[in-house]
């Protein structure tokens, strides 16, 4: 019963009941108490006790009311709070919540830390989680969401997976996005830069290569070189070549990657200036000259290159030599590659 409607039937109760017995029996009755009379009529000696009880029924109601009242508060805040760590665990961005109730807490509180994948399908999630839920699916998919219009990025860090995943989702439908990506590369996660350059790579453009030459790693470069070497539609400049390699950590396997890139794209004299100059400064460019002096057959020019070094030293290009001398018809790359020669 609710106390209001307690309190109204108590009281008409009292009043029923008081009036009925002094209807019935209108005397007095009088009582000594320590020296105190009282002298009332029988009805307020009956009203009197019916009273006080239902002031402490009241009483009593409304401490416990109030003490349900509470706990029920608790209750409907733990469950806020654990939606809402749902949702950041979901986004995989958990953060930590407090909870008042010890049963809710002995569960709840794993969400402070973890991260939720969701798989299959899900009926009865609140609006707000059914449609993260949504997002997070397409995204897995290969979708492109924008988190902005959904108020999600903003609460991500630029290494977070399901944001991460959506830039990836979007370089694949749009490349020009790599373009953006590069320029404030500091704002995503080296994953999404290192994609981005690939891509910037695929397209054969060294104006934009040349421009990010410096982010390129191992693998990106010779996959620069090798795009280069097997396209015919590539435009490049010697200014471009030695920009590239400054940009990068040149040894020896880069320095024959490159030398197999553009030997077909300059003049021989061009590409032997220039790494003539290269093997003379560094000791790490020398295979890749003579790699270019076997591939322009200048026999000659590998002879007396050769026989300034010491027998013990450029083993493969001096046993590829004796079978030139022989009148065999091998190519060069049939028989040396970076692998052999940089040891």
Same mark, same amino acid.
């Given at each position: 019963?609710?106390?209001? #409607?307690?309190?109204? =039937?108590?009281?008409?109760?009292?009043?029923?009941?008081?009036?009925?017995?002094?209807?019935?029996?209108?005397?007095?009755?009088?009582?000594?108490?320590?020296? /105190? #009379?009282? *002298?009332? $009529? /029988?009805?307020?000696?009956?009203?009197? $006790?019916?009273?006080?009880?239902?002031?402490?029924?009241?009483?009593?109601?409304?401490?416990?009311?109030?003490? =349900?009242?509470? *706990? @029920?508060?608790?209750?409907?805040?733990?469950?806020?709070?654990?939606?809402?760590?749902?949702?950041?665990?979901? /986004?995989?961005?958990?953060?930590?919540?407090?909870?008042?109730?010890?049963?809710?807490?002995?569960?709840?509180?794993?969400?402070?830390?973890?991260?939720?994948?969701?798989?299959? *399908?899900?009926?009865?999630?609140? +609006?707000?989680?059914?449609?993260?839920?949504?997002?997070?699916?397409?995204?897995?998919?290969?979708?492109?969401?924008?988190?902005?219009?959904? *108020?999600?990025?903003?609460?991500?860090?630029?290494?977070?997976?399901?944001?991460?995943? &959506?830039?990836?989702?979007?370089?694949?439908?749009?490349?020009?996005?790599?373009?953006? %990506?590069?320029?404030?590369?500091?704002?995503?996660?080296?994953?999404?830069?290192?994609?981005? !350059?690939?891509?910037?790579? +695929?397209?054969?453009? @060294?104006?934009?290569?040349?421009?990010?030459? =410096? !982010?390129?790693?191992?693998?990106?470069?010779?996959?620069?070189?090798?795009? %280069?070497?097997?396209?015919?539609?590539?435009?490049? &400049?010697?200014?471009?070549?030695?920009?590239?390699?400054?940009?990068?950590?040149?040894?020896?396997?880069?320095?024959?990657?490159?030398?197999?890139?553009?030997?077909?794209?300059?003049?021989?004299?061009?590409?032997?200036?220039?790494?003539?100059?290269?093997?003379?400064?560094? +000791?790490?460019?020398?295979?890749?000259?003579?790699?270019?002096?076997?591939?322009?057959?200048?026999?000659?020019?590998?002879?007396?290159?050769?026989?300034?070094?010491? +027998?013990?030293?450029?083993?493969?290009?001096?046993?590829?030599? /004796?079978?030139?001398?022989?009148?065999?018809?091998?190519?060069?790359?049939? @028989?040396?590659?970076?692998?052999?020669?940089?040891?």
């Amino acid at each position: 019963m609710r106390l209001g #409607t307690y309190i109204f =039937s108590g009281t008409i109760f009292i009043i029923f009941v008081v009036g009925t017995v002094y209807l019935l029996t209108p005397d007095y009755y009088s009582l000594s108490l320590m020296g /105190i #009379t009282l *002298n009332l $009529p /029988i009805a307020a000696w009956v009203g009197i $006790p019916a009273l006080i009880l239902f002031v402490l029924t009241i009483l009593h109601m409304g401490y416990h009311g109030t003490k =349900s009242y509470i *706990n @029920l508060k608790k209750w409907q805040k733990d469950v806020e709070s654990a939606k809402d760590a749902l949702y950041w665990a979901l /986004i995989a961005e958990p953060k930590k919540h407090n909870y008042s109730i010890a049963k809710i807490k002995e569960g709840a509180i794993l969400l402070n830390g973890s991260t939720l994948t969701p798989t299959g *399908n899900m009926i009865g999630l609140s +609006e707000k989680l059914d449609k993260t839920v949504e997002i997070i699916k397409n995204i897995q998919n290969g979708e492109y969401v924008n988190l902005n219009e959904h *108020n999600i990025e903003r609460h991500m860090g630029k290494n977070n997976p399901i944001l991460v995943k &959506n830039q990836l989702n979007r370089l694949e439908k749009d490349s020009g996005f790599a373009d953006e %990506i590069l320029h404030y590369r500091e704002n995503y996660d080296d994953s999404v830069v290192s994609r981005a !350059l690939d891509i910037v790579i +695929e397209s054969g453009n @060294l104006f934009k290569v040349k421009k990010y030459a =410096s !982010l390129m790693n191992g693998e990106q470069f010779h996959s620069l070189m090798k795009k %280069i070497e097997k396209s015919g539609d590539i435009k490049i &400049n010697l200014e471009t070549v030695e920009d590239i390699m400054k940009e990068n950590e040149m040894g020896c396997p880069e320095y024959i990657a490159m030398a197999r890139a553009i030997h077909k794209k300059f003049t021989p004299d061009e590409t032997l200036s220039l790494f003539r100059r290269l093997a003379s400064e560094r +000791e790490e460019a020398q295979n890749a000259y003579l790699y270019l002096l076997f591939e322009y057959e200048m026999l000659d020019e590998v002879k007396r290159f050769l026989e300034e070094y010491d +027998e013990s030293e450029f083993k493969p290009f001096r046993a590829f030599q /004796i079978l030139k001398r022989g009148k065999y018809h091998y190519k060069i790359d049939d @028989l040396i590659n970076s692998s052999i020669v940089c040891k």
